[in-house]
Nanobody, 114 residues
Framework: VQLQASGGGLVQAGGSLRLSCTASRTIHSSNVMGWYRQTPGKQRERVASLRSGRDGNYGDSVRGRFTISRDNAKNTVYLQMNSQKLEDRAVYYC?????????WGQGTQVTVSS
């Protein structure tokens, strides 16, 4: 499975951005898809995850500002990022848990300016 992330870019603090991650094949709705992020010198941080039919799970730092969603027909998971803060600046990686394996996208850079 290949995951292609897109949608990163430059946004002002307080603004919004939507990331997309599309899988190269169908991923069953029961498989978890989600996002992590990483900044230089820091550990990778869990941002959000989602299994279809259930509520999303969010990291403490983004809860209430970010929303994860899926379109299973398009094999795509989205991350809507609102009220962005400077500390949201990172490379965002999407992933999918399929059976015993985890697949990762290539990462997309999000830069937040003041």
């Amino acid at each position: 499975v290949q995951l292609q992330a897109s949608g990163g870019g430059l946004v002002q603090a307080g603004g919004s951005l939507r990331l997309s991650c599309t899988a190269s094949r169908t991923i069953h709705s029961s498989n978890v898809m989600g996002w992590y992020r990483q900044t230089p010198g820091k550990q990778r941080e869990r941002v959000a995850s989602l299994r279809s039919g259930r509520d999303g799970n969010y990291g403490d730092s983004v809860r209430g500002r970010f929303t994860i969603s899926r379109d299973n027909a398009k094999n795509t998971v989205y991350l809507q990022m609102n009220s962005q803060k400077l500390e949201d600046r990172a490379v965002y990686y999407c992933y999918a848990h399929i059976e015993w394996a985890t697949y990762w996208g290539q990462g997309t850079q999000v830069t937040v300016s003041s």
